[in-house]
């Protein structure tokens, strides 16, 4: 039983209209194995990954009522195969909506609070996408300053709606204190983004990757989530005929993309909130798009339990050592023996996350962009 007794206040039990979940589940089934708050809260300390559904979406300018949301990703995640045993999942259950919406944001802020205090990977099953303000705001209890991640078909800082799921990154980019050192949008889309925008967060420095360019070379992302914190999707970033409930664009990821960038998030030492948002099944066509993000959520546990290989920067007997030069600047370059991945030196001799490109490129005397807009920030 777990100490944590003050969340039981935030959460509902599980309900999946069955008289016990683990019976209705084959031996090997995920469902068969996690554990899920159904008449009592889980042990959260001996848990690695803990899932916590919130269908919060009046952020998004509509009312959504029970958790048919997390209930369905839930269905189709439960039936999935459980591979990895050196990760232990949770089902923490489900945040009580609020009387107002930033009651709602209030209540989920404290439970992700409190399991990330404990070391936990919270992943939250939303709900609209302003629900990325919860993930964003423990932080800023904790004072901690993050790098962070969304994958999105739009960047959100349209400050002309009305709904906050359209504009909650101006709150989070730009509200002071601000713990944001580094802000990363993967996926959008430029037929939906006004130049202007995107010129807007260059100059702040962030980070934003077309889709076109990430499918192109998706690998590349790897790097950049693991440098970040909080991980942050909405399901608009995924195709239409891949995620039929996403009706905002026909274009976008394919499902293998997806599961590949939420395995990134789970190697990712750094990553210990993931947010998926913007799945309304009343729009689903058979349940594929809950089908989807279940294997996204199993890509997560596969990438946590690769990402325990890994080795610590400073035993350095676990990794290749690589100096070289570029622009007389010289530097350090670290492939892991275990993972393959690979990390750069800055001059302040920290260590970032890199990729093979970023080294082929020193090599060559050229100066990795990936390099030089860490200098531009610092």
């Not at 909080?230 to 195709?239: E, G, H, Q, R, V």
């Amino acid at each position: 039983m777990s100490d944590l007794f003050n969340l039981i206040d935030f959460l509902d039990p599980v309900n999946l209209q069955k008289n016990s979940i683990k019976e209705e589940y084959r031996h090997g089934q995920i469902g068969k194995t996690i554990d899920v708050h159904e008449n009592a809260l889980p042990d959260f300390f001996d848990k690695d990954i803990i899932l916590v559904g919130c269908n919060e979406t009046r952020g998004s300018g509509l009312y959504s009522s029970g958790m048919a949301a997390p209930n369905a990703i839930r269905e189709q995640f439960y039936k999935l195969f459980y591979w990895h045993k050196d990760v232990q999942i949770a089902d923490a259950g489900d945040i009580k909506a609020g009387a107002g919406l930033n009651d709602t944001y209030a209540a989920l802020k404290t439970v992700i609070k409190e399991l990330t205090d404990i070391g936990k990977t919270v992943v939250v099953l939303g709900g609209s996408h302003d629900l990325t303000l919860a993930q964003y705001n423990n932080y800023v209890d904790k004072r901690k300053v993050i790098e962070a991640v969304c994958v999105d078909a739009v960047i959100d800082l349209d400050l002309d709606s009305l709904n906050r799921s359209d504009n909650f990154l101006m709150e989070i980019l730009t509200n002071e204190p601000n713990y944001i050192r580094h802000y990363n949008h993967i996926g959008f889309q430029s037929f939906y983004v006004h130049p202007h925008m995107l010129e807007t967060m260059d100059k702040l420095r962030f980070d934003c990757f077309r889709v076109g360019s990430v499918k192109e070379n998706i690998e590349e992302m790897e790097p950049v989530i693991r440098n970040s914190s909080l991980f942050s999707f909405d399901i608009s970033a995924i195709a239409n005929p891949y995620a039929p409930a996403n009706d905002f664009s026909p274009n976008g990821f394919n499902g293998e993309e997806a599961c590949s960038l939420m395995r990134y998030a789970g190697m990712s030492p750094n990553i210990n909130t993931v947010g998926i948002y913007g799945y309304m099944p009343e729009k689903d066509v058979n349940d594929l798009t809950a089908k989807q993000i279940s294997h996204m959520l199993w890509y997560l546990v596969d990438g946590k339990s690769r990402g325990r290989r890994e080795a610590e920067l400073d035993e350095r007997d676990s990794f290749i050592e690589y100096h070289t030069a570029f622009a007389e600047v010289e530097t350090v370059f670290l492939k892991s023996r275990k993972t393959n991945r690979w990390w750069m030196q800055l001059p302040d001799k920290k260590y970032i996350a890199c990729s093979y490109k970023d080294y082929l490129l020193a090599s060559s005397n050229e100066i990795p962009e990936r390099w030089l807009r860490a200098q531009e920030r610092i």
